[in-house]
């Protein structure tokens, strides 16, 4: 996955400036100093425009709306992304610049900053031993959405199985015996998970 090294950060933000005008002055007597006896106030809103950097992940596995590379929001409004998947891809999580999970919704809503649109691959190994709907997979599913998400350990492990999932199938297509080892050691996860 790429990461942009540096980014360009803008100024988030509205700046108010207050700025107190005397309208009149009155010399307090010997003192060499002033007191003002009537003030004006002027208030200037300064309107900042963030930018939102947007990268998919992999490149092939879709497009966003706006598309990358970047989006300019005016007056740093939040701006609502939407990831669009490619055929063959399912979009699966939005992260930042550093790989951390930002959500599993989609659309997405962000003000500036870096985001990542991430895309698997429409076939993961537990659908392609047990089918797409079956109830291994669905209970898989749960534990992904449900479990692992919310720990960053989880979110690691969820990142794994997606980067390695295509080499795994094409190993388990060319391989019957590697098939049958995967489904073992996903029927012994399944197994804790229904105990």
């Not at 094409?170 to 399944?190: C, H, N, Q, S, T």
Request: hydrophobic share 35%; with cysteine; proline share 6%.
């Amino acid at each position: 996955m790429r990461r942009s090294s540096c980014y360009l950060l803008t100024f988030i933000g509205i700046a108010t400036l207050v700025m107190i005008i005397p309208q009149s002055s009155e010399a307090i007597e010997g003192k060499g100093q002033y007191a003002f006896s009537d003030y004006s106030t002027t208030t200037t809103s300064i309107l900042m425009d963030c930018m939102v950097f947007i990268e998919v992940s992999p490149p092939e596995g879709g497009t966003t709306s706006p598309p990358p590379p970047q989006y300019f929001s005016q007056g740093c409004l939040p701006v609502t992304i939407r990831a669009i998947a490619n055929d063959g891809f399912t979009f699966s999580h939005w992260e930042d610049g550093e790989g951390t999970v930002l959500s599993y919704d989609n659309p997405y809503a962000i003000v500036s900053g870096m985001i990542v649109a991430v895309f698997i691959n429409d076939i993961c190994p537990s659908e392609k031993i047990y089918g797409e709907y079956s109830t291994y997979t669905e209970l898989l599913r749960y534990l992904r959405d449900n479990i692992l998400s919310t720990t960053p350990e989880g979110q690691e492990i969820i990142r794994l199985y997606y980067e390695w999932s295509p080499l795994i199938i094409k190993a388990m297509e060319d391989d019957a015996e590697f098939k049958e080892e995967v489904k073992e050691m996903i029927d012994g996860i399944l197994g804790l998970i229904t105990e």
